[in-house]
């Protein structure tokens, strides 16, 4: 899965671990960085391996195995530090991804297809075309249903197509609570990001109505005074979206190591490629994330900058 795993990368990745264990297969899950504490609670996530606290162990697994399957990622580098030790490994590389673009080359066998929702339901059309439907079970389909659900914004985006909701009705028959799914991931949160999303949208927004835009830029200092862990600025971008006529959004957090940019888009606007041109980015036409190696000022900047040259698209 991807460094910093959201909801889609873990529960793409246990549940097609789980699947994989019923047909007596020796799975490990190994996610690149640490993840947000609330995906705890996803069946499996106990065992799931933080690359960076155990390299020597992961690396000795990856080189044994027979098949890496990359799930919800398609480019090695957003596996970070466990990019290299991928490409090395003897065993097949095997893509299941739903971004542009994909790095084919180091892939053995893969699809990556845009048009799908969710790497969770590619998983999901993994095991149905294996006639493998009857393994789905509680444990396979609470995993699942998480990240079709977060990568649909609870089923709202356009990618929340039929086979989506037949996805789900079927996940559903195996008679798992879907409240608790949700509450498990919305409604988990500490005191302080409350707190802090409301800091930022206060006191961190600035709205560019002739550019129908609006820009969230988070100084480091703010991370540590609200205690900001991992998983906690997810979410944070799409609160601009609902200002009435904003149709792009931007939130640009200065993590210390990095500044990591998050886009998000309503509409024609492409900020797959708008990431890809400007923050060394991308992802989907309405979802795309980048990096940037200045400072947050000057980010801000060269972001502000930018609309200027969209502005036709931003109209
Ligand atoms: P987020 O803003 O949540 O980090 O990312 C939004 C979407 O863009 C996600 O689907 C994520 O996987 C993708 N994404 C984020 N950063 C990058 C990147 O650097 N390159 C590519 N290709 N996709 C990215
Ligand atoms: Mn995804």
New binding site residues.
Partial sequence: M?QKP?ADAMGSSLGLCHILNALGHEVTVISPTNWAEWLNWMPGADSVIDYELNMDMSNKILDKADWIFCL??N?LH?TRKMAEPIVKAPGKRILIDH?QQPQKEVFAYGISDISKSSASEMVFDFIESASLGHKINQHVAQCLYAGVMTDTGSFRYSSASSSVHRMVAVLKDTGFDHTKVYESLFDNFLENRLRFIGHALLNRMEVFYEYNTALISIPWKDLVKYQIRTGDT?GL?NYPLSIQGIKFAALIIDRDEEIKC??RSKGDFDVNLF?RNYF?????RN?????SHETLEQTTQRFRASLIENALQLQ
């Fill in positions: 991807h959201d919800d990622f480019v957003r971004h997810e971008v998050s886009f990431a060394e980015g991308g992802g989907h979802a795309a994330g980048g990096r």
